[in-house]
């Protein structure tokens, strides 16, 4: 079955803090991974995707298919990075996203 | 571009009522799903489409159901209401065959409370 998981319903750091956001996946295949993030007042968005190796706002994901894992990284956070983040992957169909029950991220001043 | 516009924001139904929520997007995209997200939940895919005439179901479509009469609209119908359908419900439209990488792109949401 496929199922994404992340353990953490919230995370507090203080600002400039490292921020690592945990995200496991259940997959047999070779998955297709992405985080979302919703901040306050605004829709859900993209925030970056495994196969295009990109930092996004500072953030980096590195997709370990050994530990089946996903986790989304930030060497210093912000403040701004305060929101909601989900973890999402595509299996084996082009088109379902199969979602995590999302990380609530707090960043303290 | 408006993106993906959902409406209404914000709705309160009784058991047995019956609503229809509008989605409707404008950057041309084939396909669009409906997803229901409880609190502390995932997402959870109701209904999708992979273009105008053409929907399937998805994981949780029960007591749902959807047309796709053009490419830029796809209402969800609720009928029948219960308490088990409070949600926020969101839009979302993606364009796969585009090779943008599967990115969907969201509705601000509909919050749907049945009492």
């Known amino acids: 079955a496929q199922r994404v998981t992340q353990p953490e319903k919230l995370l507090s750091v203080f600002k400039g803090a490292p921020v690592e956001l945990k995200c496991n996946y259940s997959y047999s295949g070779s998955p297709e991974l992405f985080w979302y993030v919703q901040y306050s007042r605004q829709r859900l968005q993209l925030l970056l995707r495994h196969i295009s190796r990109e930092s996004i706002k500072g953030f980096t994901a590195d997709l370990n298919k050994g530990e089946t894992s996903f986790h989304l990284k930030k060497p210093f956070a912000q403040e701004e990075d305060s929101a909601m983040y989900y973890c999402?992957?595509?299996?084996?169909?082009?088109?379902?996203?199969?979602w995590g029950a999302g990380t609530k991220l707090i960043i303290k001043p | 571009n408006a993106g993906v516009t959902q409406t209404p924001k914000f709705r309160i139904l009784k058991i047995g009522q019956s609503m229809t929520l509008q989605c409707t997007q404008d950057?041309?995209?084939?396909?669009m799903y409906w997803y229901r997200q409880d609190p502390g939940m995932g997402l959870k895919l109701i209904y999708y489409?992979?273009?105008?005439?053409?929907?399937d179901k998805g994981e949780v479509p029960n007591g749902y159901n959807v047309s796709r009469s053009t490419t830029e609209d796809f209402p969800l119908r609720l009928e029948l209401a219960a308490p088990s359908q409070t949600s926020v419900y969101f839009c979302a439209s993606s364009s796969p065959d585009r090779g943008a990488y599967n990115e969907q792109f969201f509705g601000p949401g509909t919050r749907l409370t049945v009492l």
């Open positions: 950057m041309n995209h084939n396909y």
């Open positions: 999402a992957l595509i299996g084996d169909s082009n088109y379902q996203l199969i």
């Open positions: 489409s992979v273009g105008a005439g053409i929907t």
